[in-house]
């Protein structure tokens, strides 16, 4: 009997360690990505909750303080709207997994959020 | 007719050569995904400890004015905030005001600049290869 592999069994092993090897390597960059949006929504929160003390106190932002907030936020802004005493915060940025980052918060003036 | 055992001169070589270029690839895909998965969980301890530090920050910047240039606060509950040896960020204070609390670990400075403060952490991903990324506070008095 004619014993050890072929060359094309040998190949589809090869070929499937490949395989396998960047479906992991993907997987794990993924994981990275996502692990940097999560930061990215944490500085995103410092951005909301400053603009947020803005808002309830009356006094405008500081656009040098805006700028450091967001210097590691590519793309980042906050919009207000506004509605009676309700104001809502929402803070847009571009996220490393795709899709843009937003965050929103409600303050309302006067008090509490 | 007697067969002949073992492997000839080529079979070996041959053998050595794809070792000599599998283990080290192998090797190295297997560094790459150890530093990736740690770059992964550093920035999700990041993530925890810039809400853990503004948080804490910004209830203590409530309670008074900061001591000129420094990350601490007086009156009578004095508060300061102080980077390790061990590059642990440690909020610290008296018993009755929460005590000494570590809020960040893998702080490599923490410094005062206009408008707040600013945070480094960093991963020593290799003797000589260091992630980095800052964080910015904004501070202002009541």
Redesign the interface.
């Given at each position: 009997m004619k014993r050890g592999y072929t060359l094309v069994e040998q190949m589809i092993t090869v070929a499937l360690l490949g395989i396998t090897a960047t479906a992991v390597d993907l997987i794990s960059l993924q994981t990275e990505r996502a692990a940097q949006a999560e930061l990215q929504r944490a500085r995103a929160g410092v951005l909301l909750e400053y603009h947020a003390r803005r808002v309830s106190t009356g006094r405008p932002v500081e656009p040098e303080v805006v700028g450091r907030l967001t210097a590691a936020l590519p793309e980042a802004k906050v919009e207000q709207a506004r509605d009676g005493k309700v104001v809502t915060l929402t803070a847009t940025w571009r996220s490393p997994t795709g899709p843009a980052g937003r965050r929103v918060l409600t303050v309302f003036q006067g008090g509490g959020r | 007719m007697k067969r002949a055992r073992g492997f000839t001169a080529i079979e070996l070589a041959v053998c050595l050569s794809i070792s000599a270029v599998l283990v080290p690839s192998v090797f190295v895909?297997a560094r790459?995904?150890e530093s990736?998965?740690r770059?992964?969980?550093?920035?999700?301890e990041?993530?925890?400890a810039?809400?853990r530090i503004?948080e804490a920050l910004?209830r203590d910047a409530q309670r008074g004015a900061m001591e000129q240039g420094g990350l601490a606060w007086g009156g009578s509950c004095p508060v300061r905030y102080v980077v390790t040896e061990a590059l642990a960020l440690e909020r610290q204070a008296g018993e009755a005001c929460g005590g000494t609390q570590v809020l960040a670990t893998g702080v490599r400075a923490m410094t005062r600049?206009?408008?707040?403060v600013?945070l480094s952490f960093g991963l020593a991903l290799r003797e000589d290869l260091l992630q980095q990324?800052?964080?910015?506070?904004?501070l202002?008095a009541p």
């Open positions: - | 895909f790459s995904l990736t998965q770059v992964a969980q550093w920035h999700l990041n993530a925890d810039v809400q503004d910004q600049v206009p408008g707040g600013a990324t800052d964080v910015f506070f904004a202002e």
